[in-house]
């Protein structure tokens, strides 16, 4: 009897890198329902765009790159940047911006570095950022959530499908008349403004955290976090890093001069701080590698989202966070390296 | 009796995989009847090959020496029952490099004969240590853990250091494999009687007794032994079911709570460990006179008819044990010799059964998986490394072949249990490109040492050369020297002898 030869070990692992992807999507239903509820249809539009163009570029990559596109795309990290970039944009996003971003993420930053696993940078924050600088205006353009109130303006279904794909908005309205400043922004400008904290508060577009409306968003990809923990997708050290190293400094400057500086509490449910603990920072392809380099990673991320909100010139600052923290990666993992059993310092006996 | 404790060290990382093991545990260790032929690879320990010292043709008895120990790491063969040697001839056997290994081929005659005279041992507190130890190198004792390292040169080695204990590895950690449990459970009295030869032999106080908790049956045999002999320097350690926690520095970090050093061996940190199965191997040579010329076998997985723990001549062909059982189901694919996490697999089955086969696992078809995808460097892997490795890390660098990045992560630490296969999403197979690019350290080592001699050698031939030339040289130049000197009587006197000869 003849038997088929292979190589130790002979059981097989239960888990792929596909299914690893599915189920950060499946993790992001809920915050994206709640997008929607909140802000309307654009989030689709903008996910069906930012798909299309990732998926493009994906193909497009991998056909130059002599590599077969349908290998590539069934492991949907494209889709999961996709996603990631969806989440980043402005409700109304006229589709070339999208589509900018999308490309930029999947062809230079992702292909042109070596394709999944060798992207040295987060592709959605990277091409995130080059539309942030590229197309301000538009970049700019958030509307108010829909909470109930008098002022509160919507774009129909049909209104915003038409802006994003020819970014003009319906006759009777202009830029400034569905516009409004972000929680995050009115909070920077507040600030500097020489406005109390619990002055700015006042503003009614304030909830019990951060923005009214904004701050539900951060429960859903907290939720959806969990869930990834509990499926051991992600692991503890780079959400609790991201949450110290942010809460830490915001916490201490709060009791140290509550008026001049947000709580911990607004730096926590505003802009994309719950998005990227969960789901952002956890790039694991980005990040540094060990459990103790993972951390100071979170860290360092928590770190500079705080001192670009409170001192930098934008208002959120953490796609500016993952992609300096991106660039440390290789000297955290050189640094945390962690000790090879039978290396230790005592000469071996540790008792 | 000591109860089974927790007062353990900690163990990084590891994995608890689906154990399998009730499988082969259902009923009492078989025999195995003796085979109408044997075949006896001469190297079935770690080291030297022994040297044959029977003829073809020449009859042999159960038990009789048919290759002596060699070398310094050497280990003799017994023959496992009566017949005639009938070839020694090279023979398919399971090694995972290499396929052909010599063995000594005996056609059994049935009767089954033992050798005479038998010398026994029973009051070995009778002899002096070192003579014990010669006695047990005569006995063809290996490490039957897996490793088979000769046990008489691992002991002798190890009296020469401080010890402080002796550890008895029951934990048999890697899924499927049950002989050592089987073996706990009805030879639980041979188990410890080798554990107080191998205390009297290394004048030890203390052994610890280690088995993994998901072994209830073996840990209360123990007990109740224990109970009997009454003897307080053995004590029972219950470890968690966790693989790897059977690997030799694993199961001292756990049961001492001691760091093996790197490149080093637990009697660096005054522990020796020795499987459960070679205590019982000991006790049976010293008190009974038994070579080592059968061993218990798991023979499981969903590729036999009946999973099984088997008593075995050694040098009967896996075909024959698994015939004897009940042969193949029909989803037969794959024939592991070994557990699934570190074993060989073999193409065919007329592989020998030898001292290190602790299992025999046949399995079905292996799982098809989605192609291997890049490392998104997730490091679950480095999580379950049980020597705290970065495999992703290792990964990079076997595939860049950067041999002192390599070396400075650890490769040559790397333990090989498998553990960062099982969980890498990539279906990267880490293991084997590890065992790789060892591989290739070690023939790059190898090609140095073989370019340094070659270096050496040219240099030495280049003086040689030099100094004859030199010496040439000046030979000639004196021979000049003294023909200029000689000059002015020379010519006379040739001119003399000229004349001379002309009248």
């Not at chain 1, 970049?139 to 919507?154: K, T």
């Not at chain 1, 509550?258 to 392809?285: K, M, R």
């Not at chain 2, 007062?7 to 109408?36: F, W, Y």
């Not at chain 2, 006790?283 to 218990?296: C, F, G, K, M």
Request: hydrophobic share 45%; with cysteine.
């Amino acid at each position: 009897m003849e038997f088929v030869r292979r190589d130790a070990p002979f059981l097989t692992p239960k888990v792929d890198v596909a299914s690893m992807m599915l189920q950060v999507l499946a993790a992001l239903v809920p915050a994206a329902l709640a997008h929607v509820w909140y802000f309307g249809p654009g989030f689709i539009f903008n996910l069906v765009v930012a798909t299309a163009f990732c998926v493009g570029g994906e193909v497009l990559m991998t056909r130059a790159r002599g590599r077969d596109p349908v290998v590539a795309l069934s492991d949907f990290s494209a889709i999961v940047t996709a996603a990631l970039l969806a989440f980043a944009l402005p409700s109304l996003t006229p589709w070339w911006v999208t589509a900018t971003g999308s490309l930029f993420a999947i062809v230079v930053v992702k292909h042109l570095y070596g394709g999944l696993g060798f992207n040295v940078f987060n592709p959605a924050m990277a091409g995130y950022v080059v539309i942030l600088i590229a197309f301000p205006l538009e970049m700019n353009l958030w509307v108010a959530p829909r909470m109930g109130d008098i002022d509160y303006i919507s774009l129909s279904v049909l209104q915003t499908a038409k802006y994003t794909l020819t970014g003009s908005l319906p006759d009777a309205l202009t830029f400034d008349a569905i516009s409004r400043a972000t929680p995050l922004d009115a909070m920077q400008s507040g600030l500097r403004n020489m406005r109390t904290y619990a002055e700015i508060r006042t503003n009614p577009m304030m909830g019990d955290f951060g923005g009214r409306g904004w701050e539900w968003l951060g429960n859903f990809f907290a939720f959806g976090g969990a869930w990834l923990l509990v499926k051991k997708i992600i692991r503890w050290q780079i959400p609790t890093g991201v949450l110290l190293g942010l809460l830490i400094p915001a916490g201490v400057m709060y009791i140290v001069s509550p008026g001049s500086n947000a709580s911990p509490g607004f730096y926590l449910f505003s802009g994309a701080t719950i998005l990227c603990a969960f789901f952002i920072a956890t790039d694991p392809v980005s990040a540094a590698t060990s459990p103790k380099g993972r951390f100071v990673y979170g860290c360092g991320i928590g770190l500079l989202i705080f001192a670009i909100r409170k001192w930098g010139s934008y208002a959120d600052g953490v796609a500016f966070a993952v992609l300096i923290m991106n660039m440390a990666t290789p000297a955290i993992d050189y640094l945390t390296r962690p000790t090879i059993v039978g290396h230790s310092s005592r000469g071996g006996g540790n008792e | 009796m000591s109860a089974p404790t927790y007062d353990l060290g900690k163990l990084h990382g590891g994995l608890r995989l689906q154990a399998h093991k009730s499988d082969s545990t259902s009923e009492p260790i078989v025999q195995i009847p003796v085979p109408d032929q044997l075949i006896l690879p001469i190297t079935q320990h770690a080291g030297d090959p022994a040297q044959p010292v029977v003829g073809i043709g020449e009859r042999v008895l159960k038990g009789q020496l048919i290759a002596e120990a060699h070398g310094s790491l050497g280990a003799p063969v017994h023959a496992s029952s009566s017949g005639k040697v009938v070839a020694i001839e090279p023979w398919p056997v399971s090694r995972r490099y290499g396929d052909d290994a010599p063995c000594i081929v005996i056609e059994c005659d049935g009767e089954d004969r033992p050798i005479e005279p038998v010398e026994k041992h029973p009051d070995f507190e009778s002899l002096p240590p070192d003579a014990l130890l010669t006695w047990i190198l005569q006995g063809g004792i290996v490490g039957l853990g897996g490793a088979v390292f000769p046990t008489a040169q691992k002991l002798m080695q190890a009296i020469t250091c401080n010890l402080e204990y002796l550890i008895l590895n029951g934990v048999e950690c890697e899924p499927y494999i049950s002989c050592d449990d089987m073996l706990m459970r009805e030879y639980a009295h041979n188990v410890l009687g080798g554990a107080q030869i191998l205390l009297y032999a290394l004048d030890l106080k203390t052994c610890y007794v280690a088995v993994e908790s998901d072994k209830p049956d073996a840990i209360h045999r123990l007990g109740e032994v224990l109970a009997e002999l009454g003897d307080e320097r053995l004590i029972l350690k219950q470890v968690p079911t966790i693989y790897p926690s059977g690997g030799e520095d694993q199961l001292v970090q756990l049961v001492a709570n001691r760091e093996v050093p790197s490149g080093g061996l637990p009697t660096d940190v005054d522990c020796l460990v020795q499987n459960v199965g070679t205590a019982a191997a000991i006790y049976d040579w010293v008190l009974h006179n038994e070579s080592l010329i059968s061993r218990i076998t798991t023979v499981t997985g969903d590729g036999v008819a009946r999973p099984v723990n088997v008593e075995v001549r050694l040098g009967t062909t896996v075909g024959d044990v698994i015939e004897h059982v009940g042969g193949y189901t029909g989803q037969a694919r794959q024939l592991i010799i070994g557990g699934p996490m570190t074993g060989k697999s073999v193409t065919s089955d007329r592989v020998p059964l030898v001292k290190a086969t602790n299992c025999i696992l046949v399995l079905s078809e292996p799982v098809s998986l989605s192609d291997e995808v890049p490392c998104i460097r997730c490091g679950d892997c480095a999580s379950v490394c049980p020597v705290q490795l970065l495999p992703q890390q290792l990964f990079w660098y076997a595939c860049a072949d950067d041999e002192a990045k390599l070396r400075s992560y650890g490769l040559t630490d790397c333990i090989e249990c498998g553990c960062c296969d099982l969980v890498c999403p990539s279906h990267i197979p880490l293991t084997f490109d590890f065992r790789m690019a060892k591989a290739r350290i070690r023939e790059l080592a190898d090609e140095k040492a073989r370019a340094e001699r070659a270096r050496q050698r040219f240099e030495a031939r280049n003086e040689r050369l030099e100094k004859e030339q030199q010496e040439r040289d000046e030979e000639l130049a004196q021979q000049k020297e003294d023909a200029r000197n000689a000059g002015a009587d020379a010519i006379a006197e040739i001119m003399q002898r000229k004349q001379d000869e002309d009248k």
